[in-house]
């Protein structure tokens, strides 16, 4: 037991994910804020300071501080959802008489974009393998039976395994995310389950509208 609990993955690495989430989101235009701009960083902070001081590594977790990690995972997603909403508003309507300017609306969409890639990746992290608390405790054989997602270390024979133990962690799924909001596919690692692969595929066309529309609009404005 005491050896599962050192292997036990930390929360911190997720909760900077977290803090550089909301440093994006309070930094972006106030026109395409969600609510109040306290809101988000509140909520969010309400729930995943307890969990750090409460339950900073991920061993045999309770449901409710599982649910409270991926309450906070929902809340990102819910809020930077918004953040493209309303920006898409503000670009097809006509009725706004101060428009974002090019620069402010570039900036953004890059905020939006990083906050998608380290929303996706909590997600994953989250999913895979019924998540950071039940992974390393599954056994070599049983990997990928029980994975989301296939990873190219998964694929290696067992008695290269015994020499190079290797479970993912939070940084693999950042890179997951990271590729697929780039190529809007999978690269080096595949989605096993409907839940992984419809959970790329969110990611990919939140990705796709960010990039296409609007980056693109913002690119079309700096230079007319």
């Given at each position: 037991m005491q050896q599962a609990a050192a292997q036990?993955?930390?929360?911190?690495?997720?909760?900077?994910?977290?803090?550089?989430?909301i440093v994006f989101y309070v930094t972006l235009p106030p026109k395409i804020v969600v609510g109040p701009l306290w809101l988000m960083p509140a909520l969010v902070g309400v729930i995943l300071i307890p969990l750090i001081v409460i339950s900073p590594r991920r061993h045999h977790e309770s449901p409710l501080h599982r649910g409270m990690s991926i309450f906070t995972v929902?809340?990102?997603?819910?809020?930077?959802?918004?953040?493209?909403?309303?920006?898409?508003?503000?670009?097809?309507?006509?009725?706004?008489?101060k428009p974002i300017g090019g620069e402010q609306?570039?900036?953004?969409?890059?905020?939006?974009?990083?906050?998608?890639?380290i929303v996706y990746a909590l997600w994953f992290w989250e999913i895979d393998g019924h998540g950071p608390d039940v992974r390393p405790r599954t056994q070599n054989e049983q990997e990928v039976r029980r994975a989301?997602?296939?990873?190219?270390?998964?694929?290696?024979?067992?008695?290269?395994r015994e020499h190079y133990p290797w479970r993912p962690g939070f940084l693999d799924y950042v890179f997951l995310s990271f590729t697929n909001a780039t190529a809007f596919s999978p690269t080096d690692t595949f989605p096993l389950t409907g839940i992984a692969k419809v959970m790329m595929m969110a990611e990919a066309l939140t990705s796709l509208v960010t990039i296409a529309v609007v980056a693109g609009r913002a690119i079309n404005i700096m230079g007319s």
């Open positions: 036990a993955e930390p929360r911190w690495h997720a909760a900077l994910g977290v803090a550089a989430a929902v809340l990102l997603n819910v809020f930077n959802v918004g953040t493209v909403v309303t920006l898409l508003l503000q670009i097809v309507s006509v009725h706004h008489r609306l570039l900036l953004a969409a890059v905020e939006i974009w990083l906050t998608n890639v989301d997602f296939l990873f190219p270390q998964m694929a290696l024979t067992p008695e290269v």
